[in-house]
């Protein structure tokens, strides 16, 4: 199947970092990929609909300016959480919808960022 | 009210066992539905796609039901290897494709 690459797993970070998450359809093309964020015992919460040559998408109540979304290829998505805070420490999750698949996404791995 | 709910559980059922969890959605106009799987601190990863007519693999079972607006899982012949969170995932959006997720039913299978 389908696989979706996001890199790094886990990030440890000083308060004021600025962290940047990958996230790669290996074998398909994604002209759309969506950034999740997820607390613990909570639900994945879309913050971003990321699309290939043109801005990203926020949801409401997500900061563009703290999440920087750039979508330079049909493959590559990243996030970037800028000046992190512990109240950014979260479970990141990215997903590529595939170009020729109807509505099916395929998640990465998720990257576990703690801020402290 | 959440655009997509869920009983958290947790279901705690011994192995063999039938078990059944139900979703209900508020959009009406919703479009496609899903049965994601996902395991503690892992990422979701698609059980199955729900189709009006009822779809059914392997020991799983999903049916939807636009006119009252919810969806339904089955797992027949529990396996110790169910035992995960299931998340109910909608799509109410055609345009961008974004999926809503519920907030997931939490499935022990007990030897």
């Known amino acids: 199947g389908a696989v979706v690459s996001q890199h790094p797993s886990r990030v440890i970070c000083k308060s004021g970092t600025s962290v940047k998450i990958e996230c790669r359809s290996l074998?398909?093309?994604?002209?759309?990929m969506f950034w999740y964020r997820q607390f613990p015992k909570q639900s994945l919460m879309l913050m971003a609909t990321?699309?290939?040559?043109?801005?990203?998408?926020?949801e409401q109540g997500v900061e563009k300016d703290k999440f920087l979304i750039n979508h330079a290829s049909l493959t590559l998505s990243t996030l970037t959480v800028t000046s992190a805070h512990p109240e950014d420490s979260s479970f990141y999750i990215c997903?590529?919808?595939?170009?020729?698949?109807?509505?099916?996404?395929?998640f990465g791995a998720g990257t576990r960022l703690s801020v402290l | 009210r959440k655009e997509v709910e869920q009983d958290p559980g947790p279901f705690n059922v011994p192995e063999g066992a039938t078990v059944a969890f139900n979703c209900t959605y508020s959009?009406?106009?919703?479009?496609?539905f899903f049965w994601y799987r996902q395991d503690c601190r892992k990422e979701p990863k698609l059980l199955m796609s729900?189709?009006?007519s009822g779809n059914e693999d392997g020991r799983f079972t999903a049916q939807l039901n636009r006119a009252s607006q919810y969806i339904s899982l089955l797992i027949r012949d529990s396996k110790l290897s169910d035992s995960a969170t299931y998340l109910c995932?909608?799509?109410?959006?055609?345009?961008?494709?974004?999926?809503?997720f519920g907030s997931g039913t939490r499935l022990q299978v007990q030897p």
């Open positions: 997903s590529a919808r595939e170009d020729r698949a109807k509505n099916i996404q395929y």
């Open positions: 074998d398909f093309q994604a002209t759309t």
């Open positions: 990321s699309n290939e040559g043109s801005k990203a998408t926020y």
């Open positions: 959009n009406s106009a919703s479009q496609s």
């Open positions: 729900v189709y009006s």
């Open positions: 995932v909608v799509n109410m959006d055609t345009g961008r494709r974004a999926l809503t």
